[in-house]
C-alpha cells in the first residue's frame, strides 16, 4: 500500500490502536499491521512522532515500564483522545463514502 494514500490518517490508526489499552510503540506496530492484513508497515521513524504529537496533544499518555527485563514507553489513550477518535472516525466516514462515490464508477 502506498504510504501516500494514508497520508494524514495515521494519527487516527495509532489512537485506534490504543483504544483496547495501553500498548508500547512495537505492539502498535504489530498491531497495525495485523489489522491491515500486512498491508501496513509504519517505520520507527514515523510512528514515534506521532505518538509525540498525540502525547503533545493530550491524547495519549505515556509512561516507563520495564516488560521482560527490558524499559519500554506505554501509551494510554485519554479522554480527549477516545473524543478525537470518535471525530476522527467520523470524519474517514464521511471521506470514504465521498470517494467511493467519485472512483465507484456508473
Same mark, same amino acid.
Given at each position: 500500500?502506498?504510504?501516500?494514500?494514508?497520508?494524514?490518517?495515521?494519527?487516527?490508526?495509532?489512537?485506534?490502536?490504543?483504544?483496547?489499552?495501553?500498548?508500547h510503540?512495537?505492539?502498535?506496530?504489530?498491531?497495525?499491521? =495485523? $489489522?491491515?492484513?500486512?498491508?501496513?508497515?509504519? /517505520?520507527? *521513524?514515523?510512528?514515534?512522532?506521532?505518538?509525540? %504529537?498525540? +502525547?503533545k !496533544?493530550?491524547?495519549?499518555?505515556?509512561?516507563?515500564?520495564?516488560?521482560?527485563? =527490558? $524499559?519500554?514507553?506505554?501509551?494510554?489513550?485519554? /479522554?480527549? *483522545?477516545?473524543?478525537?477518535?470518535g471525530?476522527? %472516525?467520523? +470524519?474517514? !466516514?464521511?471521506?470514504?463514502?465521498?470517494?467511493?462515490?467519485?472512483?465507484?464508477?456508473?
Amino acid at each position: 500500500m502506498k504510504s501516500d494514500a494514508l497520508r494524514g490518517h495515521l494519527d487516527a490508526m495509532v489512537l485506534a490502536s490504543l483504544e483496547a489499552g495501553p500498548r508500547h510503540g512495537y505492539a502498535i506496530s504489530e498491531y497495525l499491521s =495485523r $489489522r491491515s492484513d500486512g498491508a501496513l508497515t509504519v /517505520a520507527t *521513524g514515523t510512528l514515534y512522532p506521532a505518538l509525540h %504529537r498525540l +502525547e503533545k !496533544a493530550g491524547w495519549v499518555t505515556s509512561e516507563w515500564s520495564t516488560v521482560t527485563g =527490558r $524499559r519500554r514507553r506505554t501509551y494510554e489513550l485519554t /479522554a480527549s *483522545g477516545q473524543r478525537a477518535l470518535g471525530d476522527r %472516525r467520523a +470524519e474517514w !466516514a464521511q471521506t470514504s463514502s465521498v470517494v467511493t462515490a467519485v472512483l465507484g464508477g456508473t
